[in-house]
């Protein structure tokens, strides 16, 4: 800006010594007394360069006769924005001899030096106001950049509804819209701005880099976008599946509030039922649909009533994994004890269900140290240890009512089937209290397995086995 102030102030102190000094006259002796005496002076009331013979002042006295033919008018500047000066101040002037024209010429040129000064003043100011805006645009970018690659499932920045909300979406494009529109009048006024100070203008460059990092930035919403609108159609769909299920829900306490209304007697409760398979075979049984973790510790408790006629039990459940089909089995076969088998290692355990009555039998076992302890009608009736010690019951496996597995899920002996019927069977993760099995055994503390509960929906009967409704507390009594 100083630079360009000193070169217009060069420009005006110029213009005069260009304008005309003292020019050498005709004749040898003469030129020395041209040369000690001012040349000609130019007007300053005539600003626009008017002037030719007619208005050239008087010579001075005793200065010598001008010549017939006078040199050419000298070249005046009267198109340019400051009028020039005269050609020659006399150098003994005082102050005081100025002519008033003079005066008014020269504060009129510092007047305009100063507008210039301003001027270029208030558009540096200008030009770096817009340079702090440019800066902030691009830190706001980044910021939009980096939260957008830092957000996790599901932070909102922009506002306060959930990411697949369609108002976000457009929250950011009015956004991105926005900061593209006001770059782009920065854009256009920055060159004019520039244009009138000398100072470098790198400032081309900013917006090329700002239009990068838009675009970058349009490019990363676009596919926030697109995703936004995947998620929208997946949930869509769940919910339509969720309504459904809804609906299937409300239809059937629809239902049982019409069974209750007109006094219907054929409801049950969920665990109301029995399996009852009739004759020994190889092709009747019942299945658990549903999947074993893997255990540490268990209780298994069961209401049998055996039909076989005293010549062995049978096989109440079995449960085999791969590479092991004797993972967990209550059997008694023949004349034999019933045993308790766990990874293929047998504890005989003093139960008896001979008698084709309702029994209640509670069977629980631990890892440490393979303690088992097997109840009867809510007694204990015996326990011990070392019974597959540490051994952990495999995940994944299948379990079977009915029928003692020799593969996984197959290879039935009708000899070790069961007849009879079962109800209740119930699987926990952990040994029951012998508080809780009497309760269980009293009808008193009803109690279903977290780890298998006895459930309609989640036992299978097969080959002719039957599935019918029971309540093992009512039946009890009756038979």
């Not at 000094?21 to 020395?32: F, I, T, Y």
């Not at 991105?176 to 006024?189: C, K, S, Y």
């Not at 239902?255 to 020994?280: C, H, Q, T």
């Not at 079977?400 to 070790?416: H, M, S």
Request: charged share 20%; glycine share 8%.
């Amino acid at each position: 800006m100083l630079a360009f102030l000193g070169a217009v102030i060069c420009i005006i102190a110029s213009v005069p010594l260009a304008a005309g000094p003292a020019r050498a006259l005709p004749g040898g002796a003469d030129n020395a007394s041209a040369a000690e005496s001012p040349g000609p002076q130019r007007s300053l009331s005539a600003p626009h360069g008017a002037g030719g013979p007619s208005a050239r002042p008087p010579a001075p006295p005793g200065a010598p006769a001008a010549s017939a033919h006078p040199p050419p008018a000298l070249p005046l500047l009267g198109r340019f924005l400051c009028t020039p000066l005269a050609a020659a101040c006399p150098a003994g002037a005082e102050p005081g001899d100025a002519a008033p024209g003079a005066r008014d010429e020269l504060l009129l040129l510092q007047s305009a030096a100063e507008q210039l000064r301003q001027t270029a003043l208030q558009q540096e100011a200008r030009i770096r106001a817009d340079r702090d805006a440019i800066r902030e645009l691009t830190s706001k970018l980044g910021r939009c950049e980096g939260g957008l690659r830092d957000a996790g499932p599901r932070r909102d920045t922009l506002a306060d509804g959930p990411w697949d909300s369609p108002a976000l979406v457009l929250q950011l494009e009015d956004a991105v819209r926005a900061l593209r529109d006001r770059i782009e009048r920065i854009e256009q006024e920055l060159p004019a701005r520039v244009n009138f100070s000398a100072a470098p203008a790198p400032a081309p460059a900013v917006p090329t880099a700002l239009h990068s990092k838009m675009d970058e930035l349009e490019g990363q919403l676009l596919a926030k976008v697109l995703a936004l609108e995947k998620e929208r159609v997946a949930f869509s769909h769940n919910s339509h599946r969720q309504r459904q299920e809804v609906e299937k829900e409300l239809d059937a306490l629809q239902d049982r509030v019409a069974e209750l209304e007109y006094g219907s007697s054929a409801y049950s409760p969920p665990d109301a039922f029995k399996i009852s398979i009739p004759i020994r075979n190889n092709y009747m049984y019942a299945r658990v649909r549903k999947a074993l973790p893997e255990l540490y510790a268990f209780t298994v408790c069961v209401w049998l009533r055996s039909r076989s006629g005293g010549t062995g039990q049978g096989t109440p459940f079995s449960y085999s994994v791969p590479g092991q089909a004797n993972e967990i089995v209550l059997l008694e076969a023949g004349h034999d004890p019933m045993e308790l088998l766990i990874n293929d290692k047998v504890a005989q355990l003093p139960l008896s269900l001979k008698d084709n009555g309702w029994h209640h039998i509670c069977i629980a076992w631990t890892t440490r140290d393979g303690l088992w302890s097997a109840y009867q009608d809510g007694q204990l009736q015996g326990s011990g240890e070392n019974l597959a010690a540490w051994h952990p019951i495999k995940p994944h496996g299948i379990l079977i009512l009915g029928q003692e597995q020799d593969t996984l899920g197959g290879r039935f002996d009708a000899t070790q089937a069961f007849v009879g019927d079962i109800a209740q069977f119930n699987l926990w993760d952990h040994a029951l209290t012998p508080a809780q099995v009497l309760g269980i055994a009293n009808c008193t503390g009803p109690l279903l397995g977290n780890v298998v509960p006895w459930e309609d929906k989640l036992v299978e009967a097969f080959g002719g086995a039957t599935k019918a409704t029971f309540d093992v507390c009512k039946g009890r009594a009756k038979a």
